[in-house]
């Protein structure tokens, strides 16, 4: 920055802190305003080291110029809405206290830039957001949550609580959880698309908590409006229900009993990916429980099949498999063979021949061996449809192949004792051994036992599933990348009233919110609401 622009800012900041002549000081905290609400490199440090951090706190304080409390506030805000560092500092100049405090003001401008200032610094991280909430901001935070509240401040104070839930670590046992959860129940049930999304993203951070915080979102009567979002066209009712499926069996059969399956049909045929994707993911949640007959009954299999069939290489197909692996590896006889007649053998022979991770081939692979012993306990024609199948699709060369395999794993289920099969009391082998003998070339035991840890997706934390698995994990869908329009930590305030998001330190996708002036210094008349409550 060259020596003239310097003394320029050095001079403003002069002005700022001349509080004996109000309209010079009103006049240059908004000139500096305006310079923080660029969208192009905003001069935010070296106003910090012209001094400007305590001159704008210090204009927080005064009760009589709400123009310029709100003025300083929203520079202050796109200060917090920087960098780690920026954010910090911020901090450190004693600005949080004066914040909390403004949440009490008599007027709304500057009640609602508060609050977004504390969102900013809230969404720095777990160590500043348990700061601010020692300081007391749960409660009047939450006291905005009421009909007459404007949709815009509505929705700024709905991502504020969606930010506490995702940075407050430790969650369980959070006393303000107790208070949070029944606004939430009130907020989802808000007409507002950009109030929904955060909703359902908080409700997502409180039920990762582990198996007690599911049970407090459920015992809060919002499952049944969350799960009726599953339909909703943001998809967002999946952001919420994912972590409660990854909880008891009591807890999965409550989503269940909400009519959840009935919504999947249209999930799982979701034009966009990143949805049926994790439509795919809470299926195999709910499958690794004893849940596979409901999943049958919904008819989800066909289209579970196709995604399996037809989905992009380690997104889709891995996503199905996760749900298929468990019920061909899970699943009684009749599950198994309503599999088989859905199409199953097909895709999961080309698996064998197209995918490279050995986790996936080693699951796959235990899934047709207990296929194979599932029906084979009885002579059948399905056990000459099966055993010709994969032949006819390439399955039993690319088994043969694995017995020369570099994982070990992989080699000892490809390569299984190939002895002859013992035979029953009546010197002759059943069918279970004859079909696995003739194919596989291997004798199939019984599989035991494994326990599955958590795969940490989505900030679930490690839970101890117990299923017969064989000898490996069923892989896991990873994470979608989340840096779009919702779910962000912070968000700068622009000259003309719209945000961008800002994760970490990086921009993304800007929310749109309408003009807000600063200029109105009467208290907000409990305006009607704007958007409503559907209840």
């Not at 506030?73 to 920026?86: F, K, Y």
């Not at 609580?161 to 208070?179: F, H």
């Not at 049909?265 to 195999?284: C, G, M, P, R």
């Not at 043969?400 to 994982?407: G, R």
């Amino acid at each position: 920055m060259n020596s003239l622009i310097l003394s320029n800012l050095q001079a403003l900041v002069q002005q700022a802190a001349d509080s004996t002549r109000p309209e010079i000081q009103h006049r240059a905290v908004t000139v500096v305003r305006k310079l923080l609400s660029s969208d192009r490199n905003p001069p935010i440090d070296p106003l910090i080291n012209c001094g400007i951090l305590p001159i704008l706190v210090n204009c927080l304080g005064g009760t009589n110029y709400s123009t310029l409390q709100c003025e300083a506030a929203w520079a202050l805000t796109n200060i917090a809405g920087g960098t780690s560092q920026q954010t910090q500092a911020v901090v450190g100049c004693g600005a949080v206290p004066h914040f909390v405090a403004l949440l009490a003001s008599p007027f709304q401008n500057v009640r609602e830039q508060a609050v977004w200032a504390l969102g900013n610094i809230i969404g720095e991280g777990p160590q500043l957001c348990d700061y601010v909430i020692s300081l007391g901001v749960v409660a009047p935070l939450l006291a905005f949550i009421k009909p007459e509240t404007p949709i815009t401040f509505l929705r700024n104070v709905t991502w504020v609580i969606a930010n506490l839930c995702r940075n407050k670590d430790p969650t369980p046992g959070w006393q303000g959880l107790a208070e949070i959860v029944p606004k939430l129940n009130f907020l989802v049930h808000h007409a507002d698309t950009n109030i929904l999304v955060d909703t359902v993203w908080a409700l997502s951070y409180l039920t990762a908590g582990g198996n007690d915080q599911i049970q407090m979102v459920i015992d809060s009567g919002v499952l049944p409006k969350l799960v009726s979002l599953l339909s909703h066209r943001a998809g967002g009712g999946l952001t919420g229900g994912r972590n409660i499926v990854t909880g008891t069996g009591e807890q999965i059969q409550a989503v269940l009993n909400c009519d959840a399956l009935g919504h999947f049909d249209t999930l799982l045929n979701h034009h966009e990916d990143k949805i049926y994707k994790e439509a795919l993911w809470v299926l195999s949640k709910v499958t690794a429980g004893n849940y596979m007959q409901a999943v049958i009954d919904a008819g989800l299999i066909t289209t579970i099949i196709e995604h399996f069939e037809f989905g992009a290489y380690q997104t889709q197909t891995e996503a199905a498999w996760a749900v298929l692996s468990k019920m061909m590896i899970s699943g009684n006889k009749e599950q198994v063979s309503y599999l088989i007649s859905c199409g199953v053998i097909q895709p999961v022979c080309n698996l064998l021949s197209s995918y490279k991770d050995s986790q996936v081939i080693q699951v796959v692979l235990e899934g047709i061996h207990n296929m194979l012993k599932m029906i084979g306990d009885d002579p059948s024609e399905e056990v000459e449809y099966v055993c010709g199948e994969i032949k006819v699709f390439g399955g039993l060369d690319k088994i043969e192949s694995f017995q020369n395999h570099e994982n070990l794993d992989i080699r000892k289920i490809a390569d299984r004792p190939r002895s002859q099969p013992r035979s029953g009391s009546d010197g002759r082998r059943n069918a279970s051994q004859l079909v696995i003998s003739t194919v596989l070339g291997s004798h199939r035991t019984e599989p035991e036992p494994m326990a599955r840890f958590g795969s940490g997706l989505y900030g679930e934390p490690n839970r101890t599933e117990t299923f017969i698995t064989g000898s490996v994990p069923v892989p896991s869908l990873r994470e979608p990348n989340r840096t779009g329009r919702f779910g962000s930590l912070k968000k700068v305030r622009f000259c003309f009233g719209s945000s961008i998001l800002v994760l970490g330190s990086k921009p993304v996708l800007p929310r749109t919110e309408p003009n807000r002036t600063v200029e109105t210094t009467t208290p907000n008349n409990a305006a009607g609401p704007q958007g409503g409550f559907d209840f």
